[in-house]
């Protein structure tokens, strides 16, 4: 599985982007997708998972701002990003889980102890 990322950029705060992850090879593995970011100096972050059957959750820190979305026709993953602040400043990174474990609070396999797949990242970086 290869994942290709897009849309980064350098945006005001308040600005939006919209960022892109193009899926190809054996995408009948995946079955969560989900994007992680990962500002200087700081650990890995899980942004937002979602599952084959649209099941998602969000940081606390993007609720409200961001949205997932995947278009399993077109093999793309979204990221749709409103109001970004300038700790939204970050490299964010799509990836793929084939192996995810059930949620009692989503009534799906949406959780994810690792993910298998990743794409090369894509910088966004916020100004205040």
């Known amino acids: 599985v290869q994942l290709v990322e897009s849309g980064g950029g350098l945006v005001q705060a308040g600005g939006s982007l919209r960022l892109s992850c193009a899926a190809s090879?054996?995408?009948?593995?995946?079955?969560?997708m989900g994007w992680y970011r990962q500002a200087p100096g700081k650990e890995r972050q899980l942004v937002a998972p979602i599952s084959s059957g649209g099941s998602t959750y969000y940081t606390d820190s993007v609720k409200g701002r961001f949205t997932i979305s995947r278009d399993n026709a077109k093999n793309t993953l979204y990221l749709q990003m409103n109001n970004l602040k300038p700790e939204d400043t970050a490299m964010y990174y799509c990836?793929?889980?084939?192996?995810?474990?059930?949620?009692?609070?989503?009534?799906?396999?949406?959780?994810?102890?690792?993910?298998?797949?990743w794409g090369q990242g894509t910088q966004v970086t916020v100004s205040s």
């Open positions: 990836a793929a889980c084939s192996s995810p474990k059930w949620s009692d609070e989503f009534s799906d396999y949406v959780v994810c102890d690792a993910y298998d797949y």
């Open positions: 090879g054996s995408i009948f593995s995946i079955n969560v």
